[in-house]
């Protein structure tokens, strides 16, 4: 008997074992002004069906536009994206609940930040509109520092709009082999690849060299292969994806391919560039008057070939993200105040719409907690 009732008690345990893996954290950062968001939004997203529960709502905090998880999955960090007053948050993260609780807030040096890298060690921001970024020491009880280095642009380039009158920092992110840190200057059409010292403090990042983008693109959001040889550039003002070879620190160009027909004349704001998991596929979103995504092919030496454009299924896609079995995309709408769920095919490459919705007030930002 008690042999039998060992076997039933194991066959429970690794029955819930397997139900937590179907689940995932999904945390949104959002704009809370104006509009009807009221913070950070965790919801418990089940990768089987693509649908979500609510767990829990972080209010309190100013347009928390953009946020990561440490690498620990113990903390959180957001930025507050609030014109010159603008600040970075640390929140204690509870994985199970959802919950973030705010450890503290420091000036983000720059108005605007809109975008956050996290290691181990520092914690790094884009400030759009203040043209800078700037590094914060991660304590020890996941707190950040006040900055202990701001590097400020002070370039300029030649869009007609007016977007290019000054810096505009608009990315922060490590390179795979996590010795660099490459920085999107919209402002400026450059791209600057720092060399990372993680422990450097007001010398965490030193400049290696700069790439500069035919002018008047704007140079917005970059992604890597999962092999790390590659990158994948998306230009905001006219949807191009530049394409380069990556290794020790240096970007090499092989390819421009566009996002829109050669017939569309509206503006097409591009947002966000994510490659799958398995390197197969590259996915882009356009907003202004295109309001869409384009997915496509991988081929030989990391080049792409376009498989297909579609609508996103509302106004303003802002960032996407594909979950972890790879099954689903997800793309927040800004305007729209809803996140679409796309069944993706994991062979083609192609998205249909799931039927799957999340109303959620101007998301901006979507991270699964893996």
């Known amino acids: 008997m008690k042999r039998y009732f060992g ?29 009807k968001s009221e913070g950070i939004y965790t919801y418990s997203f089940d990768i089987t069906a693509g649908t979500t529960t609510l767990k829990n709502v ?27 007053t603008s600040s970075v948050s640390a929140f204690k993260y509870d994985a199970k609940t959802g919950n973030l609780t705010l450890l503290n807030k420091v000036d983000s040096h720059g108005a605007d930040p809109c ?3 996290v290691d181990a060690q520092n914690v790094i921001v884009a400030n759009y509109s203040g043209g800078s970024l700037a590094v914060f020491s991660r ?11 701001v590097i400020k642009h002070t370039g300029k380039s030649i869009d007609p709009r007016g977007r290019q ?38 010398e965490t990042l030193s400049q290696k060299s700069v790439i500069k983008a035919t002018p008047g693109t704007g140079p917005r959001h970059i992604t890597f292969s999962p092999n790390g040889k590659f990158a994948y550039l998306a230009h905001e003002f006219n949807g191009m994806i530049s394409v380069f070879t990556y290794a020790n620190g240096s970007l090499a160009k092989i390819q421009e391919i566009g996002t829109t027909t050669k017939n569309f004349n509206g503006k097409v704001d591009a947002a966000d560039i994510h490659v799958s998991a398995d390197g197969k596929f590259v996915y882009e979103t356009n907003r202004g008057d295109a309001n869409t995504i384009s997915a496509f092919k991988v081929i030989t030496g990391g080049r792409l070939k376009h498989i297909e454009t579609v609508s996103t299924l509302g106004k303003g896609p802002r960032n996407f993200s594909i979950d972890p079995s790879g099954k689903f995309l997800l793309v927040g709408h800004q305007y729209t105040n809803n996140i679409v769920i796309f069944n993706r095919n994991q062979n083609t490459g192609k998205l ?19």
């Open 139 to 149: 304590q020890a009880d996941g707190s950040i520092s006040e900055a202990v280095q």
């Open 352 to 370: 249909t719409d799931s039927g799957n919705r999340i109303d959620v007030g101007a998301p901006v930002c979507l991270v699964f907690d893996k």
């Open 115 to 117: 975008f956050i890298a």
């Open 165 to 202: 009158e000054s810096a505009h920092v608009h990315m922060t992110k490590f390179t795979p082999d996590h010795k660099y840190l490459v920085v999107n200057d919209l402002g400026e059409d450059q791209t600057y690849i720092y060399q990372y010292n993680p422990t450097g403090k007001e």
């Open 7 to 35: 076997i039933f008690l194991m066959s429970l345990l690794s029955t819930a074992a397997f139900s937590q893996q179907n689940t995932y954290n999904l945390i949104v950062g959002t704009y809370t002004a104006p509009g």
């Open 58 to 84: 972080t209010r309190g905090t100013a347009n928390p536009s953009y946020l990561a998880i440490s690498p620990d999955r113990k903390f959180a960090y957001a930025v507050n994206e609030t014109g010159n």
